[in-house]
């Protein structure tokens, strides 16, 4: 399945990653510790497994003549059926005359024409092969060069128990466009949320990495998408330390008797459950906002890694946060707590504002064309819109929302919603009822412009793209990546055709 997409936008990604260097026995070893890659070959043949009880493996010797053994055993319990066919084969072999192939005489190959014949030393004295690895090799380099004009998507996918990040390549063309995984990276845990980063943590004006929140798993983890077959993160934000081992008497009466307990310790600053969704500030580039199920809002320094600030103003798991558009020192949050609370940087000491939504938050997301306004997706299948200046301090504001949209089925949630940066009032909403659509909502008023049910399966999440604001990424259950065009529906291109970029 897909749980995450989002675009980088073009001209970002190096043209040809680096390769990243062999893991050195300190990165190993912190791969093994922390079974990155267990679930990786979970799925194995457990024949194949060459580790004895003990933990030594097994010398390359002792398993063939392993086999050897399991071989004559096999042989010798062989039915009279199967010595007949083995004799079937011999005769077989005897008339062939194999070993007197090398005395026939030699006569003329009627379909030889003596060039065809001829040994070269090397491919590039063959004639036949002159241009045939030229033309490949050019080819290889135009796959795995990525253009300025390439469209590049993030996608966060799990498959067959392992967990990984795939790079996809979107090439546009006069003719049909042309998706496909330009390289992928192995994660340890179950992806749930993704933020590209831009911020320059290797030197230079600017960087390309993107965090990952997982399930199950405090640690957030950054990596570098400019570099190919890298195993471990270039940052780790948070995360678990070595269990604290204590000791403590069983009862009270027995006093010589104790019993160990294991108290889970987590880094400085760090999450204790699993991240569930993640905000990079594009305005300060080195912040990262953080959403986690154990209620709490993080604000780190990705530069340090550092975590700068510590909210605890919900009361169950905290699901998505964002940035405002123009004012980068604003942050909502959306918890199952049913509330959305926005705080503000500049007002630290501020209890910041709060909204009752009476129904648990899935999404978030500020209007890129109105500072004010923000919509919120909910598990009841409804997408609300609230106007910032009507919310009341210090407490839940019971004020009315903007408007109020039953946009997917009541049962399923609207699980992920995606603004278009290039049209005002255009929104898209993802369902788990397997739909995807797009709604105006000017004036407040708003009415659908389009279904689209991309056999995706149940829709996890969407992302209109920065550069070609038209194109909307699509993942879900299913674990293909869709791309849908939505000035091919024409309605849409109706209304918004006049803005394509």
């Not at 014949?117 to 063959?126: A, I, K, R, T």
């Not at 195993?231 to 027995?254: R, Y």
């Not at 903007?402 to 995606?418: E, L, R, W």
């Not at 990546?481 to 109706?494: P, Y």
Request: hydrophobic letters at 35%; charged letters at 30%; a negative charge.
């Amino acid at each position: 399945m897909i749980t995450a997409v989002s675009w980088i936008p073009k001209g970002n990604l190096k043209a040809v990653p680096d390769v990243a260097e062999p893991p050195s026995k300190e990165e190993l070893k912190e791969l093994i510790e922390s079974g990155a890659f267990a679930r990786s070959v979970d799925g194995s043949n457990e024949d194949d497994e060459e580790i004895e009880e003990d933990g030594e493996e097994i010398s390359e010797v002792d398993h063939a003549k392993a086999v050897a053994e399991a071989f004559g055993k096999t042989s010798k319990s062989k039915s009279a059926s199967s010595s007949m066919e083995v004799d079937e084969v011999s005769e077989g072999l005897k008339e062939l005359d194999m070993d007197n192939y090398d005395e026939e005489d030699d006569g003329i190959e009627l379909f030889s024409s003596g060039i065809g014949d001829l040994y070269y030393p090397s491919n590039e004295m063959d004639p036949y092969l002159k241009d045939v690895e030229d033309e490949d090799d050019e080819e290889d380099i135009d796959d795995t060069t990525i253009k300025p004009t390439d469209s590049v998507i993030i996608c966060a996918r799990n498959e067959d128990e392992v967990s990984h990040l795939e790079v996809y390549v979107y090439e546009e063309s006069s003719g049909s466009p042309n998706m496909y995984v330009h390289h992928h990276i192995i994660i340890p845990e179950f992806p749930l949320c993704t933020a590209w980063i831009d911020c320059p943590l290797k030197g230079g004006e600017k960087g390309n990495f993107v965090a990952i929140g997982s399930k199950e798993s405090p640690t957030i983890e950054i990596w570098d998408l400019d570099v190919r077959d890298e195993v471990l993160p270039c940052i780790q934000l948070g995360g678990k330390e070595e269990m604290l081992v204590t000791k403590k008497k069983k009862n009270k009466k027995d006093k010589s008797k104790k019993e160990k307990s294991k108290k889970q310790k987590y880094k400085e600053g760090s999450h204790t459950d699993s991240v569930l969704g993640l905000a990079w500030n594009k305005e300060f580039r080195n912040i990262l906002a953080s959403a986690s199920a154990d209620k709490k809002v993080k604000v780190w320094d990705v530069a340090t890694g550092v975590c700068k600030i510590t909210m605890e103003h919900h009361t169950k798991e905290v699901q998505a946060v964002a940035w405002n558009h123009y004012a980068p020192e604003v942050l909502l949050s959306g918890s199952f707590d049913q509330t959305v609370v926005l705080r503000d940087g500049r007002q630290p000491s501020h209890s910041g504002f709060k909204w009752s939504v009476m129904s648990d938050v899935e999404s978030l997301a500020w209007d890129p064309h109105s500072e004010h306004s923000f919509v919120v997706s909910l598990e009841d299948g409804t997408v609300k819109g609230f106007d910032i200046r009507t919310a009341q301090s210090g407490s839940d504001s019971n004020l009315k929302p903007s408007f109020t949209i039953q946009a997917h089925d009541q049962d399923k949630g609207v699980s992920s919603i995606s603004y278009n940066i290039s049209a005002p009032n255009l929104l898209a909403t993802a369902s788990m009822d397997k739909s995807v659509k797009l709604w105006d909502l000017s004036n407040n008023e708003p009415s659908c412009l389009a279904l689209h049910k991309p056999k995706a399966g149940a829709v996890f999440s969407i992302s209109f793209a920065v550069d070609n604001p038209f194109l909307l990424a699509i993942g879900g259950s299913k674990g293909e990546l869709h791309v849908w065009d939505t000035l091919l529906d024409a309605d849409v291109s109706r209304k918004y055709g006049s803005k394509r970029s």
